[in-house]
């Protein structure tokens, strides 16, 4: 199922309340970085019906330009380290978070491994005061 | 208070201990970093603890010191080379990471693996959730003074992987499930050796676990510990022995059966109490339930393939263990190199570039000894997988940690950490 980022948190909170759906427990949340595609990004939310047991995949599509969408924390707080993880790798703002920073990365991280541009491949690295080139680049 | 008649000294008591000068304790709380390099987190797991003297104002888990990016790493193989990364991914319960990634990509494909293969997987699954829980069992008895359940939890444990290794020849991470089967069969005296383990096991683990539930410190320590009420767990996504433990009955197993999962009779063990001493009773009950799982499973075990036929899907190879270890067997190499020339392109093509996966994407969660294991997966008609998301359960699980400590004695921070079971090969990832 495909909302607009802005009906998101209505959409869910429907599906929580209506007591055919009742999708009360919020199995996963993740996205996926498409750089030919418009919208780029998608957020995808897994749910899952404790009564009814069944599933539902809700995504979202995001701009490149401002890749935003309000926080879900108020409807299912296990979303807190989920959308911090999605912010860490995608570099995806989640509106009204209470504490959005990096969860797996390094603080100090730059870019956001998981987006198709970003390389794979060596990263430098820092040991003993010295900067060590990133393996493919030290050319021996 | 007067002294004592006797006393040739004054004696000091509770009453009479000057109170003033200690009132400034109580005024500000104190901060300090449980971990990363902690015995007790069970890898690199740190807490950043606020203590007010011995009670836990509030708690805040770090984590990412393990990160091995294998998510991205997965993005930039081909899909049947995934397997050998997810399955170092949660490093104590590797047959559920192979067996979730396996399964998303054959419902991408469409396909389903033959039946020994898909009982062969069942059972090792269900061996791999034991031993996870017996050094579940052996490294919590430990960090609560029970040290010699660690050495038999260990000892037992090594049991079963020892049959690991016979199937796969690795102890772990053993990359032993292929998209559409298995890499091969089980050797020769693999069953005979199931079957002895289930002649041993059962006794074992009803020792272990009267050797816990009659031992005084053990109850003292886990009951009533690290409580969390049912919908609090829900909300905050955990699952697993958890949320069992609080009265929750979800298992995936049950709730959304893969892999065969429906065709075998088991008991979900449920507890109210939610406290840590309900978490070690439903691990214990499940490690009967699964060998309960693993004994249907060799008798049912059918004769036959443990490879899908498609030769355009099916891993080329034919493996054996030869003198110089496992390698492709001599009828195979000679079936490619002198009979056949389109085994041989098949053979190169499938090495070199691997499978293709229709587009789409899949959600598939699998019941690992942790909780709800799911693999997000995503492909765009390529040899590659165009996204590999893992929802881990340890990952969700630690975000209930503070909500169980907060409110408690540091030493209980050790019982309720345990009590998770996080395993952070599988939360950092």
């Known amino acids: 199922m495909i909302v607009a980022p802005d009906e998101l948190v209505a959409s869910l909170e429907s599906l929580r309340s209506d007591a055919d759906l009742a999708f009360d427990f919020l199995s996963d949340l993740s996205a996926t970085d498409w750089p030919d595609r418009v919208p780029r990004f998608w957020v995808a939310y897994q749910l899952y019906s404790f009564r009814h047991r069944h599933r539902l995949r809700v995504k979202a599509g995001l701009a490149e330009e401002l890749p935003r969408i309000d926080s879900v924390t108020g409807l299912y707080p296990t979303a807190d380290w989920l959308e911090r993880e999605v912010f860490d790798f995608f570099g995806i703002v989640f509106d009204g978070h209470p504490d959005l920073r990096r969860i797996i990365m390094p603080d100090d991280w730059d870019g956001h491994p998981l987006r198709k541009d970003y390389a794979l491949g060596g990263v430098g690295t820092h040991y003993r005061g010295a900067f060590i080139l990133p393996v493919d680049e030290r050319g021996m | ?125 269900e061996l791999n959730r034991i031993a996870s829980h017996l050094v579940w069992v052996a490294t919590t008895a ?149 060998l309960r799982i693993v004994q249907q499973c060799v008798e049912r075990l059918p004769r036959g393939p443990v490879k899908i036929e498609d030769p355009k899907l099916r891993f080329p190879g034919d493996l054996e263990v030869g003198p110089d270890g496992i390698g492709n067997s001599e009828r195979y190499v000679r079936h490619i190199m002198d009979e056949s020339m389109e085994a041989l392109i098949n053979h190169f093509k499938l090495v070199t570039q691997g499978i293709r996966v229709p587009p789409g994407e899949v959600y598939q969660p699998v019941e690992s000894p942790r909780g709800e294991l799911g693999y997000y997966v995503v492909s765009d008609g390529t040899n590659r997988p165009y996204r590999v998301r893992v929802r881990d359960p340890s990952f969700v699980n630690l975000q209930s940690l503070p909500h169980m400590v907060v409110g408690g004695l540091v030493a209980d921070t050790v019982a309720c950490t345990a009590s998770v079971d996080p395993v952070m090969g599988g939360v950092d990832r």
């Open chain 2, 1 to 125: 208070m007067a002294d004592p008649p006797d006393a040739p000294f004054p004696v000091e008591t509770a009453e009479s201990m000057p109170h003033e000068p200690y009132r400034g304790l109580h005024e500000e709380t104190m901060v300090i970093n449980m971990g990363p390099q902690h015995p007790s987190t069970h890898g690199v797991l740190r807490l950043v603890l606020e203590l007010d003297g011995e009670n836990v104002v509030s708690c805040r888990p770090v984590v990412g010191y393990l990160h091995t990016g294998i998510e991205k790493n997965c993005e930039w193989r081909s899909w049947q080379q995934g397997v050998a990364f997810v399955t170092r991914m949660d490093y104590l319960s590797p047959f559920f990471n192979e067996m979730a990634y396996v399964i998303a990509v054959e419902r991408l494909l469409g396909i389903e693996a033959p039946e020994r293969a898909r009982v062969i997987r069942v059972m090792l699954s």
């Open chain 2, 142 to 290: 430990l960090e609560l003074g029970a040290v010699s359940v660690m050495l038999y939890g260990f000892r037992e444990r090594e049991t079963i992987l020892d049959i690991f290794e016979l199937a796969s020849g690795l102890r772990m991470n053993h990359a032993y499930m292929r998209i559409g089967g298995l890499v091969m069969d089980l050797p020769e005296g693999a069953e005979e050796r199931v079957r002895a383990l289930l002649r041993l096991l059962p006794g074992r683990i009803h020792e272990y676990e009267n050797l816990l539930s009659a031992n005084p410190i053990w109850v003292e320590r886990t009951r009533g510990i690290g409580h969390v009420p049912s919908e609090q767990l829900i909300d905050l996504g955990a699952t697993g022995p958890i949320l069992r433990a609080s009265g929750v009955d979800y298992d995936v197993r049950r709730a959304t059966p893969y892999g065969g999962y429906e065709q075998y009779e088991f008991d979900v063990p449920v507890r109210g109490e939610g406290d840590c001493y309900a978490r070690f009773e439903v691990r214990m009950e499940e490690m009967k339930q699964s």
